[in-house]
T-cell receptor, first 108, second 113 residues
Framework: KNEVEQSPQNLTAQEGEFITINCSYSVGISALHWLQQHPGGGIVSLFMLSSGKKKHGRLIATINIQEKHSSLHITASHPRDSAVYICAPRGSNYQLIWGAGTKLIIKP | ETGVTQSPTHLIKTRGQQVTLRCSSQSGHNTVSWYQQALGQGPQFIFQYYREEENGRGNFPPRFSGLQFPNYSSELNVNALELDDSALYLC????????????FGQGTRLTVV
C-alpha cells in the first residue's frame, strides 16, 4: 500500500464546476503540501498545511490530522486550472512524500 | 515566479560522463531539496541540505552528491551517468527544515544518451 493515496487519478470537468481532490496518507507527518505541476515540469506550491483550512483565491485546502486526510477544492474552475495536482506530506526526515498526482482537465 | 532558478534548463550527456546541476535559492532560504522526476512518474527525493550540511537523503547511490554554499545556492553532481538518470531534476528551497513553504525551480531536464 502506498504511503500517500490520491483520488481521483484523472478528472475531467466543465468550466465552472466545483472540484475536489482527496489525499489520504498513512505515515506521521509534520505538514502537508499541495502542489501544482503544469506540462513541461514547473511545480508551484499551492498550500502548506499542518492543521485546519487555508484559502487562496478560488483554492481551498483542508486537513484532518486525526483522520490523516486532506482535500483540495477549486471553486468556479477554469481551463487554466488544468494541471496535475500533487499531495505531498512532509515525513519525519524532512522529505516530501509524493502522491501519484491527480490530472485535472477543465473543458471550456 | 518563485525566485528559485535552476541551470541549465536542458542538458544532454553521454553515459559515463559527469554532470553538475545548479540551483539558486530564493533570497533568505537556507534549506534546499533535490528531486528526480522520471518521465510519467512522481518526483523522488534525492537529498536535502540545511545550512550547508546534508540532513536527509533518499534512496540514491553515492554517485549522486551535492553541495550547498554559504549563500545557500546549491549543486547536484551525478557521476558515471547511466541511461536511467535521464529525468527532470527539481530543486526546492525553503526557510527552515520542516513546516515551511517550499518553492520550486523550473527544473533541469537531463537526457543521457
Amino acid at each position: 500500500k502506498n504511503e500517500v493515496e490520491q483520488s481521483p487519478q484523472n478528472l475531467t470537468a466543465q468550466e465552472g464546476e466545483f472540484i475536489t481532490i482527496n489525499c489520504s496518507y498513512s505515515v506521521g507527518i509534520s505538514a502537508l503540501h499541495w502542489l501544482q505541476q503544469h506540462p513541461g515540469g514547473g511545480i508551484v506550491s499551492l498550500f502548506m498545511l499542518s492543521s485546519g483550512k487555508k484559502k487562496h483565491g478560488r483554492l481551498i485546502a483542508t486537513i484532518n490530522i486525526q483522520e490523516k486526510h486532506s482535500s483540495l477544492h477549486i471553486t468556479a474552475s477554469h481551463p487554466r486550472d488544468s494541471a496535475v495536482y500533487i499531495c505531498a506530506p512532509r515525513g519525519s526526515n524532512y522529505q516530501l512524500i509524493w502522491g501519484a498526482g491527480t490530472k485535472l482537465i477543465i473543458k471550456p | 515566479e518563485t525566485g528559485v532558478t535552476q541551470s541549465p534548463t536542458h542538458l544532454i550527456k553521454t553515459r559515463g560522463q559527469q554532470v553538475t546541476l545548479r540551483c539558486s535559492s530564493q533570497s533568505g532560504h537556507n534549506t534546499v531539496s533535490w528531486y528526480q522526476q522520471a518521465l510519467g512518474q512522481g518526483p523522488q527525493f534525492i537529498f536535502q541540505y540545511y545550512r550547508e550540511e546534508e540532513n536527509g537523503r533518499g534512496n540514491f547511490p553515492p554517485r549522486f552528491s551535492g553541495l550547498q554554499f554559504p549563500n545557500y545556492s546549491s549543486e547536484l553532481n551525478v557521476n558515471a551517468l547511466e541511461l536511467d538518470d535521464s529525468a527532470l531534476y527539481l530543486c526546492a528551497s525553503s526557510f527552515g527544515q520542516a513546516n515551511t513553504e517550499a518553492f520550486f525551480g523550473q527544473g533541469t531536464r537531463l537526457t543521457v544518451v
